[in-house]
């Protein structure tokens, strides 16, 4: 298989994003919606498809049931210049759906696991062959069967010279175990304000990335519509939010399609700051657009140069 700039393990499933008047009643209540959209889900299919508009070669490792959601998403990955080649159908599987209801810049999330934490560390590649530049984590809490040998994957990337990042996601369960043990391995570390604020502890999110980078990783900390703050090696970065041009759609994939603007800044060079913006525009696009694929940042002769990965 070819040399990827970018693999990360996909948090395989299907969104179906409903909007207007969505607050369920029970009772048998019948209620009328205002509208619904079928899409691709999953962090990392987001994350890596806008990797792959900016002109990397991407790739996700992930597991779909035999059925008609498994069908469409697979369409999808391919449709979006993925390398799919990794990926594969299980019929014992059921693929995974979420469904949001959306209120303005807030969604409630009903979760059918099924094909999302399928990858097990069997379905690893082997990093001798050099498969990619880059390695992601997204979805930490979701990628059940991946959470105890990550420590080592990660170091061992560090070894064949591969660069990572990790974006922890929600966790289910709000217990927030085990990013910490990670973050030695971890290059960047790319949590939401109350991510880190729940790993951490305190309020401050200043504080929790001085705190967190002194582990080692950039720690980069996403505030919504306050903008982005990173801190590594007790330097902090600030940077306010880019001003909207049009209405804000829905946040579903924001933080996602920011890690991929990001990283792709920070894989051809770039100072912190303007990977923050490049993280930033790729965000705002998608605020402006339902889902977090329809209002992706398409720029494909950018192509991440080399490796050329800095310090800080
Ligand atoms: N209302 C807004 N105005 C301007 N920028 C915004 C707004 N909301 C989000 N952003 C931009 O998008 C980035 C990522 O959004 P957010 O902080 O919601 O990430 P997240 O919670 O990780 O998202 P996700 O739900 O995709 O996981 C923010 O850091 C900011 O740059
Ligand atoms: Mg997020």
Redesign the pocket.
Known sequence: MKRLDLLAVSDMCVDLLLSGNVRPRFGQVEQLIGAYHLELGG?ANIFAAQMAKLGAQAGVIGALGADPLGTFALGRLQSLGLDTGRVWVDARLQTGLGVALIEG?DRAILTFPGSLSAVGPDRLPDLASEPCRHWHIASYFLLDRLRSVWRAWLAACRRAGITTSL?P?WDPENRWRGVRELLPEVDVFLP??AEILAIAGGTDPRMAALELSAAGPLVVV????D??LAAWRGQVWEAP??P?QSP?VD??????N?DAGFLCGRLSGWSVPNAIAL??RC??AS?ASSG?FAGQLEEPSFRPAGVCWKTP
């Open positions: 962090s810049n974006d996601n939401n304000r996403k505030c919504g519509a903008g982005v939010p880019l909207l804000v946040a579903v994939g924001a933080g996602d920011f993280g930033q965000a705002v605020l977090g």
